[in-house]
C-alpha cells in the first residue's frame, strides 16, 4: 500500500515511530527505514526554529511535502508533518531489493576510493540513504511526495520492539536533551550510530506512544 499525504499529516512523533519499518523505493529500488527523528518548530534543534525562509519553505507546506538540505555537502530526506515546522528525518534504512536494483544503488553510493559500498551499510546515514536512491536536494525539495518518483510504501512489516534516544548532532543549548530518535531495535547494529548502552530505551509501539502522551 503507498502511503498517501494523510500519513504525513498528523503529529511528527507519531509519524516518525510508524515510518519505522515502511519502504521507500524509487522505480525498483527499495529500501527499509530502520532509523527516523522527529522535529518540531518549538524544538531549538529544528531547522524550522530559525525561521521561515525560501530555503525552508518546505517544512511550513502540508504534510507529505518534501524537504532536502545538504548535510556537510550531502543530502539529506525529509517529510513535512502536521502543523508549520514540523517534520521527520529519514535517518537510515536497509536494502530491501536483490539483484540489478541492488547494484544500482551501491553504484549510486560508491566509496571515496570508487569501491561497492557494503550493502549491510549501504544507507546506515541519512545522506547515504539520499545517495542511494539518487536523489537531490534541487530534484525534490518543496515537492509533495505524489508528484515525484518516490513512494513509501506499507507492505505490513511492523518492528516489534522501537529504541528510543537523544537526536545525533544536535548542538549543546539546541534542545539536545529531547528523545526524538526511533531505531527498529531488529537493526540496532545498523542504524547510523548506536547509542551507547544505558542511553536509551526499549519499548513496544503501545508503550512508545503511551510514555510520549506530552508530545503528541
Known sequence: MI???VFFNRNAMLVAIELLGKVITRGAMRLRIIETECYFLTDKGSHASLGYTEKRKALFMDGGTIYMYYARGKPS????AHGEG????IKSAIADCKGEPLIMMQ????MPDGRMRDVERLASGQTLVCRSLGIDVKDYDGKQIDETDIRVTDDGYRPELFVQTVRLGIPVGRDAHLPFRF???KYLERCTVKPKKGSYEVCGYNETVSKNQKFL
Do not use: G, P
Open 3 to 5: 502511503l498517501s499525504s
Open 77 to 80: 530526506l525529509n517529510f513535512s
Open 86 to 89: 514540523n517534520a521527520v528525518l
Open 107 to 110: 553504484r549510486n553510493n560508491l
Open 183 to 185: 531505531i527498529d531495535e
